[in-house]
């Protein structure tokens, strides 16, 4: 068996064609985070031009502040002054195509607050914990209802920890002083570059050490260094990043209460059953958390062996989920009366089962989630796909978002569990259809399938191989798992680099 390449597209690379720009969702937040003169307000301004975003940006915010406390000879250090001076006057941002202004008490200082003092002030002020606060409060007001590309040091970690997408754009000390000498010239402030490179260093310095919120990476942002890309490279890029995980889904708990009451008997019963057999073979839950899949979606899984069904159905916990089994597990007694007691919805494999996929349509609609093995059979270990034109019928029929699972070490597994192999169920981000109406005007439904296909396989052989790098159990796992994550990130740097 050759295990040398494998030909799966990155996610990256596939939603980098056709898909773009429609897949983000109106209400998106993008988080766009990183230090002083990194190229963030002219990305940022261009990301909402071209997504269709309003563009805030809290550093003017910070600013502002900064400028009416040099202005009235408030002392900064002092924390309650500067927030009694906050709150006794006006601060509004006003989004605005190009320049947004910002504004103190209706008086417009968009231009004051870039002057030199305020650049050497502002770190201070902004490294008070009540001030913080105060921000991030109005910060969130601004963007509740999504919509918005919000750039500071602390969206993605502080400000909006759930956004749609998490950018940190970065770049060397010296390109960064560069730009920002240019910037200042095309403004008419005269600053010696050789301060300006001084300056900027000190204020990375302040903003990274300051002990409320400081500027951080967070773990799910995507980095893109842009030392040496031209701007263009730069905003492509970001445009790229924000595409790359548009399917963060911001109302998945709501009503998880109401689902648990709702539950049948019989689902209790079996999510009691499943939830023991997982833990009497160890298994390990990765993003299998209460925010990880919401209603109405389809949990697309791999599949291996007979103990799938049940063992990813410990990961499901409080969701009804209905399953689809081929129509010979039905047949022998009492089989076919347990399954239906489970609403498992049965299917004929050969050929397309219309009342089949019209009863899985029925449920997800109703808002329940459907169980669904998308390769149609158990494959072999180790190399998941190909998905059928299954997953992309159903898709196409609700729009149900899929939530790729990968189950590893399921097969051969003995009723007492005699096999020490790895047991794990991984989730993948969830993937949503927001793009498919525009794809559908230009390319037919088999076609929007088979892409559909695609992302899916892609998202089984990434989990697959995080999960071998993660736990590998055979020289081949590890090697297979370490290629794999390697094209990926290469493929991430071909896509996000210069
Ligand atoms: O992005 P900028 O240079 O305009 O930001 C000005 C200052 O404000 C910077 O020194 C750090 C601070 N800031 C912050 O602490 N948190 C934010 N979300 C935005 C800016």
Redesign the pocket.
């Known amino acids: 068996m050759s295990q040398e390449t494998n030909p799966t597209p990155s996610l990256a690379e596939l939603l980098d064609g056709d898909l773009d720009p429609s897949v983000l969702p109106k209400d998106a937040v993008i988080a766009m985070?990183g230090p002083?003169?990194s190229g963030?307000?002219t990305t940022a301004r261009y990301l909402a031009d071209r997504y269709g975003l309003v563009y805030i940006?809290?550093?003017?915010?910070?600013?502002a502040l900064?400028w009416a406390a040099l202005d009235a000879g408030t002392d900064l250090s002092s924390e309650s002054s500067l927030v009694a001076l906050l709150e006794a006057n006006r601060l509004e941002f006003q989004p605005a195509r190009g320049e947004a202004r910002i504004l103190w008490n209706g008086g417009d200082v968009s231009a004051q607050i870039r002057r030199p003092e305020v650049?050497a002030a502002?770190?201070e002020?902004?490294?008070h914990a009540a001030v913080?606060a105060e921000?991030v409060a109005r910060?969130q007001q601004m963007g509740r209802n999504g919509g918005v590309v919000m750039?500071?040091?602390?969206?993605g970690s502080v400000?909006f920890p759930l956004a749609t997408a998490k950018i940190f754009l970065t770049a060397s000390l010296e390109d960064r002083a560069r730009r920002r000498f240019k910037q200042n010239q095309q403004r008419g402030v005269e600053v010696d570059p050789a301060d300006l490179q001084a300056d900027l260093a000190e204020?990375d310095r302040?903003?990274s050490s300051?002990e409320t919120?400081p500027?951080t990476i967070s773990p799910d942002a995507i980095v893109i260094d842009s030392s040496g890309m031209s701007l263009d490279q730069q905003n492509r890029a970001c445009a790229h990043a924000c595409l790359v995980n548009p399917t963060l889904d911001l109302t998945v708990d709501r009503d998880l209460d109401r689902s648990k009451a709702e539950m049948p008997f019989s689902y209790r019963l079996a999510y009691a059953v499943f939830g023991a057999l997982a833990r009497f073979y160890g298994m390990k839950y990765v993003n299998c958390g209460r925010q990880a899949m919401p209603r109405g979606c389809i949990a697309a899984i791999n599949h291996v062996s007979y103990w799938d069904p049940p063992l990813v159905g410990a990961t499901f916990l409080r969701y009804r989920v209905n399953s689809i089994a081929k129509e010979e597990l039905f047949r022998p007694w009492p089989a076919g009366a347990i399954l239906r007691w489970f609403d498992v919805i049965p299917i004929r494999r050969k050929g397309y089962d219309k009342t089949a996929f019209d009863a899985a349509t029925s449920s997800l609609q109703a808002g329940n989630s459907i169980q669904f093995y998308p390769e149609g059979t158990r494959r072999a270990i180790g190399h998941p796909g190909p998905v059928r034109n299954g997953l992309g019928i159903l898709v196409q029929a609700t729009r149900a978002p899929v939530q790729p699972i990968f189950i590893r070490g399921s097969y051969g597994r003995q009723p007492l569990g005699s096999t020490i192999s790895p047991l794990e169920v991984s989730y993948g981000p969830l993937l949503r259809w927001h793009g498919v109406d525009a794809l559908l005007e230009r390319i037919d439904r088999k076609e929007v399938s088979r892409r559909i296909a695609k992302l899916c396989e892609a998202a089984f052989v990434e989990l697959q191989a995080r999960s071998f790098a993660r736990m590998p159990e055979t020289e081949w796992e590890r090697k297979t798992g370490e290629l794999q994550l390697r094209k990926f990130a290469s493929r991430q740097k071909r896509v996000f680099g210069p």
Do not use: F
């Open positions: 985070d002083a003169g963030k307000s940006d809290t550093g003017a915010m910070y600013r900064t650049d502002v770190s002020v902004s490294s913080r921000m910060q750039e500071g040091r602390d969206i400000v204020r302040m903003d300051r919120s500027l």
